[in-house]
């Protein structure tokens, strides 16, 4: 699920705008990523040392852990969102000249990523608590919405209503998740 998810919006926009649209979400999608890289060493990191910390129920070290991750995590998202807001435009220009027109889409992709980001280690505290079997259903729900969000916002707004959709399916997967673990 997760890989489809990561390409198959692509193909969405394609056959709801164009070609170019098309590209420039991706190249977008992949740049807004970064984030997505972010919450990886997170979880890596944390499917490493949460679950002894979960089952000697020392969760006084557990809760420092997770502040601590919540630390980095906001240092790195502030710091990432600060370069794509001044630099956004750069970034996707080294794509071509059309593409760097797009940075607003580019940083509506990176707050959802952000947001989702910032949500922290909610995944891996679940599988190890032996939620895992919540996980794929959530996943899946994410994508039904971002869909349903393309089919209603992208007709309306093109390829910022499709930025738009993905970051309010960011938004309510990191909620849920949040909320369950």
């Not at 971002?146 to 993905?166: D, H, K, Q, S, Y």
Request: charged share 10%; with cysteine.
């Amino acid at each position: 699920l997760e890989t489809l998810n990561q390409y198959f919006d692509v193909l969405v926009v394609y056959w709801l705008l164009d070609a170019k649209s098309a590209g420039v979400y991706f190249v977008a999608t992949r740049l807004a990523n970064v984030f997505g890289t972010l919450l990886a060493a997170v979880h890596a990191f944390s499917t490493r040392r949460l679950p002894s910390l979960y089952f000697s129920k020392n969760t006084d070290e557990m809760n420092r852990v997770l502040v601590s991750m919540a630390e980095v995590i906001l240092l790195c998202v502030a710091g990432g969102l600060v370069v794509v807001w001044f630099g956004g435009g750069t970034l996707l220009g080294l794509f071509g000249p059309s593409f760097a027109e797009e940075k607003l889409t580019l940083v509506i992709l990176v707050f959802g990523t952000a947001l989702y980001a910032a949500g922290g280690p909610a995944p891996t505290v679940m599988m190890i608590a032996g939620y895992e079997g919540r996980y794929p259903w959530i996943l899946a729900a994410s994508i039904v919405l971002r869909l349903i969000g393309f089919a209603v916002l992208i007709p309306a707004f093109g390829l910022m209503g499709a930025a738009a959709a993905a970051t309010i399916s960011l938004l309510v997967t990191n909620v849920v998740l949040n909320v369950l673990c």
